[in-house]
């Protein structure tokens, strides 16, 4: 190779990967990896819904009792959410720096909806995110929320199975958490499969297999996640109201 | 055969263009793309007009010099040929309107009408699409044994012409198709063991500084590829690369 006969001062290697395409790629699907494992285990813990209220309330109640723990973890979500956004945009500003003149007619052959939407489905998922955290975390955007209290064993817990039935029996709240999960299930029919291609743990074999249950888990959840809202705008919790 | 054509017409790289319609009449069907732009530019010739400028050389799908995005696919890749060269007119509908643009990326600057420079892969290879070998007579070409599975798949890489088409496919302008085809063509044979690391490194570096996008793996690239290249490539390439730089960073040579 040539001599190098720059004096700028060497990026440490660790710096040039961080910031190279590959490296600001793997971040997004390494970060991408914690999200996925996030809202499955949230819908799990969703899911303790349909086993009662005493169930989900004192599951509740655990995790609060995690006290300074818990904030551990949503400080740790919350950076893993900045960084997916922060490299995302990068990425974004960069790609679209790299093609000055549009197509006048560009027909794509192998691009899917969801590959295509990725930014507009992420976009729509980080607001909705706001909304939900608004909603059933700090409980403002229905202040009542904060006093529905009930009795687990003796104890008084905050009543988290009221506050759901009460909050989805609101129509137009049951549409947004089930628009916005459609656009998460959009996200992730091409986020699962693309972050092991990104990861380099993909090969031509595996790859339609990913693609496969990569979807199939991003609807999986969808499902899973919308069956609650569903189910109280179909009547199920409404002995709670009482 | 008769067409519409409507052509991207730019006088120099930083002079605006414009699509300019032409009709290109009573063209044979067994006339190649690249001949029917000949008998189009014939006509405009004798008519005192300006030809249309594209890229051309071998005409056998071989050099990777023609290019052209047709009807908003490079190579008219969609009508299942190769490249643009190789396309035929009976591909195409009696009457049909076809849009042609040059191959759009920031790093391909356009040197008028459909013609691009795409000197940036040359640099992209001069960065380390090479191996070094001592000259003087050949050695026994058998003494260096290569798995059949290794030799097919290098091969399979080997197949890249660098015509761009994956550049002017991809949503966003990103070069991974081609870089993750020369760097896996030479990483995966003996010869190119030994600059293994530095030759992903290398090449990575001045593809980002070229100013290509970044994969977001919407495989339009392999989609139209004239020789086939699968993407299964980008993703060994990032895994590479990722062992390279954690090599380089724990301070190993090579
Ligand atoms: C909150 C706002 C979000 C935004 C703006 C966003 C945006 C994006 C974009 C644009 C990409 C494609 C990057 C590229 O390949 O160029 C991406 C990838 C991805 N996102 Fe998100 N996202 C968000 C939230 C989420 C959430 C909540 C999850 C998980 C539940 C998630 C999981 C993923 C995964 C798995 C990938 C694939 C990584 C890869 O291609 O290797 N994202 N995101
Ligand atoms: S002119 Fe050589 S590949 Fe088309």
């Known amino acids: ?63 609060r009792d995690l006290g300074p723990f818990l904030w551990v973890i949503r400080a740790g ?12 945009v990068s990425l974004w500003k960069e790609n679209h720096a790299a093609r000055p003149e549009k197509y006048v007619v560009k027909n794509h052959v192998k691009a899917t909806i969801f590959s295509r939407t990725m930014r507009l489905s992420g976009l729509i998922v980080f607001a909705f995110v706001i909304f939900h955290i608004l909603h059933y975390t700090a409980r403002t955007i229905d202040p009542a929320f904060q006093h529905y209290e009930t009795d687990l064993h003796g104890e008084m817990v905050h009543n988290v199975y009221k506050m759901m039935v009460v909050g989805f029996s609101v129509p137009w709240v049951s549409a947004i958490y089930i628009v916005s999960l ?13 972050l092991f291609q990104t990861l380099g743990l993909s090969n031509k074999q595996l790859r339609p297999r ?23 705008l179909l009547g199920v919790g409404r002995e709670a109201l009482k | 055969m ?29 006339a190649s793309f690249l001949e029917m732009l000949d008998i189009v530019n014939d006509d405009l010739v004798a008519k005192g007009q300006e030809p249309i400028a594209f890229d051309h050389d071998c005409r056998e799908g071989i050099c990777g010099m023609c290019s ?89 890489a080997a197949a890249c012409i660098g015509c761009g088409a994956c550049v002017a496919a991809c949503p966003n302008s990103s070069a991974m198709l081609f870089v993750s085809a020369k760097v896996n063509h030479l990483n995966l044979l003996p010869q190119g063991k030994p600059e293994k690391h530095r030759r992903v490194l290398g090449m990575v570096k001045q593809m980002d500084a070229e100013g290509f996008g970044n994969c ?22 990032n895994r590479e690369y990722t062992v390279a730089a954690a090599r380089k960073s724990a301070g190993a040579t090579g």
């Open chain 2, 68 to 156: 052209a995005v047709i009807n908003g696919v490079p190579h008219g890749k969609d009508r299942g040929v190769g490249t643009t060269c190789q396309l035929y007119m009976r591909k195409f509908q009696d009457g049909e309107t076809i849009t042609i643009e040059p191959f759009r990326a920031g790093s391909f600057p356009i040197i008028r009408d459909l013609s691009t420079n795409r000197a940036a892969f040359d640099r992209i290879i001069q960065a380390g699409g090479f191996i070094s070998e001592r000259s003087g007579s050949a050695p026994e070409a058998n003494s260096v044994p290569i798995p059949k599975t290794i030799a097919d798949e290098a091969m399979d």
């Open chain 1, 77 to 88: 979500l919350l950076a893993i959410l900045v960084l997916h956004i922060f490299f995302t």
């Open chain 1, 182 to 194: 459609g656009l998460l299930a959009f996200h992730l029919s091409h986020g699962i499969a693309s």
């Open chain 1, 1 to 63: 190779m040539g001599v190098s006969t720059s004096s700028a001062k060497s990026v440490s290697p660790l710096a040039a990967w961080l910031f190279s395409s590959i490296g600001k790629k793997t971040v997004v699907a390494v970060t991408g990896i914690f999200l996925v494992l996030f809202v499955c285990g949230h819908l799990l813990g969703n899911l303790t819904f349909f086993l009662g209220p005493d169930i989900i309330n004192s599951y509740a109640k655990h995790l």
């Open chain 2, 2 to 30: 008769n067409f519409h054509l409507k052509v991207w017409r730019q006088k120099a790289s930083n002079a605006p263009g414009k699509l300019e319609s032409y009709e290109a009449k009573n063209i044979p069907a067994e």
């Open chain 1, 210 to 232: 990913f693609e496969f249950a990569g979807r199939a888990l991003a609807w999986l959840l969808f499902l899973g996640f919308t069956s609650i809202p569903v189910a109280v």
């Open chain 2, 216 to 237: 977001s793996n919407y495989y339009e690239c392999e989609a139209v590829c004239p020789a086939h290249v699968p993407a299964s490539f980008i993703t060994s390439m």
